[in-house]
Nanobody, 121 residues
């Protein structure tokens, strides 16, 4: 099994910044893609915010391009999301995602528990 633990959410004023972190632990052989999704209350589907491959190729939602930056430390099995110029529309619960391979060579998707980001004056 692989566990994902997020940190770094909170309340910030419009125009401010936050940095989210997500560390993977457990019976990890390797981790392929890692990503951040967000989900608003009452919505069933999670929206992709940013994704990063093991080699560092990144993808962003149009709404966060030039404001957010995703990065990862493969040695620490950790992914980060630097969020700048935050807007009230960025208020959501943010979820960490990882495509992980266990030491038993089982590949599956893993999700964190979610961290609340609130942008408000």
């Amino acid at each position: 099994q692989v566990q994902l633990v997020e940190s770094g959410g909170g309340l910030v004023q419009p125009g401010g910044s936050l940095r989210l972190s997500c560390a993977a632990s457990g019976s990890i052989f390797t981790i392929y893609d890692m990503a951040w999704y967000r989900q608003a209350p009452g919505k069933q589907q999670r929206e992709l915010v940013a994704r990063i491959t093991r080699l560092g190729t990144t993808t962003y939602a149009d709404s966060v391009k030039r404001r957010f930056a995703i990065s990862r430390d493969n040695a620490k099995n950790t992914v980060y999301l630097q969020m700048n110029s935050l807007e009230p529309e960025d208020t959501d619960v943010y979820y960490c995602y990882a495509e992980g391979v266990t030491v038993q060579r089982i590949t599956r998707d893993y999700w964190g528990q979610g961290t609340q980001v609130t942008v408000s004056a």
